[in-house]
C-alpha cells in the first residue's frame, strides 16, 4: 500500500470570515482532531489576528498535534468594518484577493509538512465557489459547509425556479403576498419572509449573483454539511436531498462539541470581539427567568432611531434586561445628550449593557426568560438548545425566514420583522415574557429537549457525524 495512504486524511476548513461561521466551523475542526484527523483551519488575517487575541484557541488546540491555523489575506484594510452593508465589499475583496492566493496555496502543496500528507478533502464555506475549482484541479473532495439556516439555504437554492415562475422580481408592493413555489413553505411564506436582496431582486445583485453560483458549485460538491438537526428541519431536509443527495444535518454544533468533548459550555470561546464577562455576575444576582436577552449578532446594524426605539420599548416593558451593543452594531455615534433621560435611569434601575458577551453562557443562565435577536443561525440554534422563547428582528439573508420558522413553524417565539416601534417592541416583550409565557416555554424545552437527544450517542446528528468522517475517511483513500 502506498505509505501516504496509510496517514490520517488531511482537512483543509476554511469559513466565511464571520463570527458565526468562524465559531461553528472551529468546533468541527475539534470534533474532526479527535477523531485523529489532520486539519488546516485557514482564517482570513483579520480573523486569525482577532481569534488569536481575545480567546485561548492557540493553547487549546496545542493538545492536537495534527491541528495548525494558517492565515490569508482578504484584500481590505485592517478597520474595514466588514459588516452591514459593507458585507458585500468583504465578498468582493475575497473573490479579487483571496481566491487566487487560495488557489496558489492548496496547488503547490505548501499547506503540508513533511509529516503530513498533502491535503486529501477541502471543507469551505457554501458562499466560497471558487473552492470547486480547486479541489477539482488537485483530484480532491470537496464538502461544503452551509453555515445559514437550511431553511435559508433551501430557499436560496428555489431562487432559479421563483425567477422562472415570475415570482421574482416581484409585481406590486404587497410584501404579505404568498410565494407558492419554494416545495415545503407552501401556505406560511409571505415575499416578506424572503432574504432581503429579494426584496430589489436585481439582477446585477452582487449577493443574488453569489447565491446563484453558490447553488450550482452546491450541487457538485461531494457532500454539504449542515448546522442543524434532522428532528428540526425533517421535511424541508428531504426536498433539499432532492438537490443535494449527500446532506449531513450534525448539529447543533455547539452542543455536539460539547457533548463529544465532554465539557462544560463555560469551557470554550471562539470570540472575535473581548467578551465581557462581568454580565454573568449581573445575571447570577436576578431571579429566576426575569431578564430579556438582547443581540443582533456580529453583522446587523441598526439606526439611531431604531436604536432608541428598542431602548425605550425595552424601559417601558419594565423587565430587567441585559443588552449587547457590540462596537459598530449602531450607524453612528450617539452621545449621552441625546439620550432622554428616562432611558438612562431605566437602565440604571434594570439594565446591563455590555460591547460583547460570553452568549452560549448567558442564554444557558436561569435568569434568561426571553431573547431578542436578530435572528442568527447560530444565535437561533444556541436559542434552541438553551430553551429560551424569542423575539425575532431580522436583519438580512436567512434571518428573514429563520424568524418565520421560529413564529409559525416551530413556535418557539414572535416575529417582529419589518417593525422597529416602542409599542411593539414593549407589547412583543411583555407577550412572550408573560401573556404566553408558558406556551412558548412549553414549546422550548420540547425542542431543547429533541436537539439535545440528536447529538447524544445513536441520535440523527451523532450518527451523521460519524458518517461524515466515515465518508471522508473513504474519500481521501
Ligand atoms: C451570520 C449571519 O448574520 C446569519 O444570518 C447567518 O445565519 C450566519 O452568519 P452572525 O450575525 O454572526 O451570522 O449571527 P449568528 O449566526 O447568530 O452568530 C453570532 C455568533 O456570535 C453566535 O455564535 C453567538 O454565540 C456569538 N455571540 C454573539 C457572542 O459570542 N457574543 C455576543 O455578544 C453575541
Redo the contacts with the bound molecule.
Keep these: 500500500m502506498d505509505s501516504q495512504k496509510t496517514l490520517s486524511p488531511h482537512i483543509l476548513i476554511f469559513p466565511?470570515p464571520?463570527?458565526?461561521?468562524v465559531?461553528?466551523m472551529l468546533k468541527l475542526a475539534e470534533l474532526l482532531c479527535l477523531a485523529d484527523f489532520h486539519v488546516t483551519f485557514l482564517n482570513t488575517d483579520h480573523v486569525q489576528h482577532r481569534l488569536l487575541r481575545y480567546t485561548d484557541v492557540q493553547s487549546r488546540f496545542t493538545r492536537y498535534p495534527k491541528f495548525r491555523f494558517q492565515a490569508i489575506g482578504d484584500g481590505l484594510s485592517e478597520d474595514h468594518p466588514r459588516?452591514g452593508d459593507l458585507f458585500t465589499e468583504m465578498v468582493d475583496g475575497m473573490e479579487a484577493v483571496t481566491y487566487p492566493n487560495f488557489t496558489e496555496m492548496v496547488t503547490s502543496g505548501n499547506l503540508s509538512s513533511k509529516s503530513e500528507q498533502p491535503v486529501t478533502c477541502i471543507i469551505a464555506d457554501g458562499l466560497f465557489s471558487f473552492a470547486g475549482g480547486v479541489a477539482q484541479q488537485i483530484g480532491i473532495p470537496l464538502i461544503y459547509f452551509e453555515?445559514?439556516?437550511p431553511c435559508?439555504l433551501w430557499i436560496h437554492l428555489c431562487v432559479p425556479k421563483l425567477i422562472e415562475a415570475g415570482e421574482l422580481p416581484f409585481k406590486g408592493d404587497d410584501l404579505d403576498a404568498r410565494i407558492t413555489c419554494v416545495p415545503g413553505m407552501e401556505g406560511f411564506l409571505r415575499r416578506r419572509d424572503l432574504s432581503s436582496f429579494c426584496r430589489s431582486c436585481d439582477p446585477t445583485d452582487p449577493l443574488i449573483k453569489l447565491i446563484l453560483k453558490e447553488n450550482q458549485e452546491l450541487q457538485k460538491a461531494q457532500g454539504v454539511i449542515i448546522n442543524t438537526f434532522e428532528e428540526l428541519e425533517g421535511p424541508l431536509l428531504s426536498h433539499m436531498r432532492s438537490l443535494c443527495p449527500n446532506l449531513y444535518a450534525i448539529g447543533p454544533l455547539?452542543t455536539h462539541h460539547r457533548a463529544r468533548l465532554g465539557t462544560s459550555h463555560a469551557t470554550f470561546?471562539?470570540?472575535?470581539?473581548e467578551?465581557d464577562k462581568s454580565c454573568l455576575a449581573w445575571l447570577d444576582a436576578q431571579p429566576l427567568k426575569s431578564v430579556i436577552f438582547v443581540?443582533?449578532?456580529?453583522?446587523?446594524v441598526m439606526t439611531k432611531d431604531q436604536l432608541l426605539e428598542f431602548w425605550h420599548g425595552l424601559v417601558n416593558s419594565g423587565k430587567l434586561f441585559l443588552w449587547?451593543r457590540?462596537h459598530g452594531s449602531i450607524a453612528g455615534d450617539i452621545t449621552e445628550s441625546q439620550i432622554p433621560v428616562e432611558l438612562l435611569e431605566g437602565t440604571r434601575k434594570r439594565g446591563c449593557i455590555?460591547?460583547?458577551?460570553?452568549?452560549?453562557e448567558?442564554?444557558a443562565n436561569p435568569a434568561i426568560g426571553g431573547f431578542l435577536?436578530?435572528?442568527?443561525?447560530?444565535?437561533?440554534?444556541?436559542n434552541i438548545v438553551a430553551g429560551v422563547p424569542m423575539a425575532c428582528w431580522?436583519?438580512?439573508?436567512?434571518?428573514q425566514v429563520?424568524s418565520r420558522f421560529v413564529g409559525e413553524v416551530w413556535k418557539l417565539g414572535l416575529d417582529m420583522k419589518d417593525t422597529c416601534d416602542r409599542v411593539i417592541v414593549e407589547k412583543m416583550i411583555k407577550e412572550l415574557m408573560e401573556e404566553r409565557k408558558d406556551e412558548f416555554m412549553g414549546r422550548a424545552n420540547q425542542m431543547s429537549k429533541l436537539a439535545r437527544k440528536s447529538v447524544s450517542e445513536g441520535g440523527s446528528s451523532f450518527c451523521n457525524l460519524d458518517r461524515l468522517m466515515e465518508d471522508i475517511r473513504v474519500m481521501s483513500l
Design positions: 466565511l464571520l463570527q458565526g461561521p465559531n461553528c459588516s453555515t445559514i439556516s435559508g455547539h470561546s471562539n470570540s472575535l470581539w467578551e443581540s443582533i449578532g456580529s453583522l446587523a449587547v457590540q455590555v460591547g460583547w458577551a460570553p452568549q452560549e448567558v442564554l435577536t436578530h435572528s442568527g443561525w447560530n444565535s437561533t440554534l444556541e431580522p436583519y438580512f439573508v436567512d434571518q429563520n
